[in-house]
Nanobody, 115 residues
Framework: QVQLVESGGGLVQPGGSLRLSCATS????????MGWYHQAPGKQRELVAS???????NYADSVKGRFTISRDNAEKSVYLQMNSLKPEDTSVYYC?????????WGQGTPVTVSS
């Protein structure tokens, strides 16, 4: 059973920073892509950022220049550095893993940007 363990969410003031982390139990050889999605109340889950096994990244337009996704293959982890946070970034953030056998999701970590 593939597991994803997320951490790093919380409450931050506008303009502040947070770093989300996600570690997986999946075999490194099976990982194709990892990333982060967010889902605000009443809305669909949307891509925030993703990174492939080869290191190619993709970002939502709303976070370009503010968020940076990175990975550590040795730790089988993916990170999302979120800077210049805005109230509209408030959401639940989910770690996503794509392997050769399927897609997996973390439980979600809440991020609240408020003064």
């Amino acid at each position: 059973q593939v597991q994803l363990v997320e951490s790093g969410g919380g409450l931050v003031q506008p303009g502040g920073s947070l770093r989300l982390s996600c570690a997986t139990s999946a075999s490194i050889w099976n990982i194709r892509e990892m990333g982060w999605y967010h889902q605000a109340p009443g809305k669909q889950r949307e891509l925030v950022a993703s990174i492939t096994h080869g290191g190619s990244t993709n970002y939502a337009d709303s976070v370009k220049g503010r968020f940076t996704i990175s990975r550590d293959n040795a730790e089988k982890s993916v990170y999302l550095q979120m800077n210049s946070l805005k109230p509209e970034d408030t959401s639940v953030y989910y770690c996503h893993l794509r392997t050769i056998t399927g897609d997996y999701w973390g439980q979600g970590t809440p991020v609240t940007v408020s003064s």
